[in-house]
């Protein structure tokens, strides 16, 4: 990058994609003129229904992040085993609330659940579902094939009798190819991951309520 004016209103997408490799190559990004952010909103696709008996109300909870991956900037894994946070890109909110919606969404739309209620909400809910954000990175260890990695592991438990009991365990996880290297690609490969992260937890849940009522108090 050379003669560029961070004060300019518009940033070509040139200056976007060398930002870019600026933090995956490792090179300082603080002895030369930093570009404009780059800020994106997590944006996964609606799924398509899914077979299977509706499962009662489910509530699901803020999402936990595993260190680095509660931060806005996008987190690169590289080949020569280093871990980089772009300082210039990102997403506008947390990745945590972010994928709390994208979960809550992912799950509304797969019919699975008769009612689905985000974080924050006080109703009463059949059920409760607690995730963990595992991975949120874009890998870079084969150049030529860059790919966003996405992780979740989602507990559900019993509400409706107060016990809390843990009824499910799930993991879902995808990947998604960058269509090239800037990083309005890297938000959508993630977007991407996410949204099939989400559909592959509600492919593993059980097909009838009866398959996830909680054990009786006295076993």
């Not at 780059?38 to 936990?64: H, I, K, M, N, Y």
């Not at 109703?123 to 990695?149: G, I, N, Q, W």
Request: net charge neutral; hydrophobic share 40%.
């Amino acid at each position: 990058m050379t003669g560029g004016d961070t004060t300019m209103h518009s940033r070509s997408s040139s200056i976007a994609v060398a930002a870019l490799a600026i933090c995956i190559a490792g090179c300082s990004v603080f002895d030369r003129e930093a570009p404009e952010r780059s800020q994106f909103r997590l944006t996964p696709v609606a799924g398509a229904r899914l077979e299977g008996e509706p499962l009662g109300s489910l509530l699901v909870r803020r999402v936990g992040a595993v260190k680095p991956f509660d931060e806005r900037g996008f987190v690169y894994e590289l080949a020569n085993g280093q871990w980089r946070i772009d300082p210039y890109n990102g997403f506008v909110a947390d990745p945590s609330a972010m994928v709390t919606e994208a979960v809550a969404s992912g799950l509304e739309d797969s019919g699975r659940f008769t009612l689905v209620l985000p974080s924050g909400v006080s109703s009463r809910s059949d059920y409760v579902a607690e995730c963990t954000l595992e991975s949120f990175h874009t890998d870079f260890r084969d150049r030529a094939k860059p790919m966003a990695v996405v992780r979740l592991r989602m507990y559900v438990l019993e509400r409706s009798s107060g016990r809390g009991e843990v009824l499910r365990q799930l993991r879902g996880e995808a990947m998604a190819p960058l269509a090239d290297g800037s990083p309005g690609a890297v938000a959508e490969a993630l977007s991407l991951a996410t949204a099939e992260a989400v559909r592959s937890l509600a492919k593993q849940l059980p097909a009838t309520r009866a398959e996830l009522a909680p054990r009786p108090a006295s076993e």
